[in-house]
């Protein structure tokens, strides 16, 4: 988080609202649960995105197999929290649990933000050809 926040400082995000940035760290707390017991060890996929006149080439699902595989390998699960409109790419690319909104409930920062469903490839559902 440290390296995330200095990084943040010398390459500032010109695609967010600067008021929304940090939505997410602030939001955090709400459902870290999520992330603890068997789930504490985890791929998370975080900032995955895509130049738009690259889009439906595969580079997105080429990103996710990537993070899969390296979850496999480790026998750990994957997790990713969808962005408004990517849930069906986030299922048609393996992950078969939905766990919810990170922004559901009163006050969570992330709850004025579109998307943010929970999504989790656990490690017993890894087989060969699995990760697509």
Not at 32 to 45: D, H, I, K, Q
Not at 91 to 105: I, K, L, P, T, Y
Not at 107 to 128: C, M, Q, R, T
Request: proline share 5%; net charge negative; glycine share 12%.
């Amino acid at each position: 988080m440290l390296f995330n926040r200095l990084s943040s400082l010398v390459y500032p995000n010109r695609a967010i609202d600067p008021s929304k940035e940090d939505v997410f760290e602030r939001g955090f707390p709400y459902f870290a649960e999520l992330w603890s017991g068997p789930r504490a060890e985890t791929w998370y996929l975080e900032d995955l995105a895509v130049d738009p006149k690259y889009h439906g080439r595969g580079c997105g699902r080429k990103l996710v197999r990537w993070g899969l595989e390296q979850a496999a390998k480790e026998g750990v699960c994957a997790s990713v929290i969808s962005a408004d409109g990517k849930e069906r790419f986030y299922q048609r690319c393996g992950f078969d649990v939905q766990e919810g909104r990170a922004g559901r409930g009163e006050g969570i920062p992330l709850s004025e933000v579109a998307g943010g469903l929970i999504f989790w490839k656990e490690p017993d559902n890894y087989s060969k050809g699995d990760v697509t």
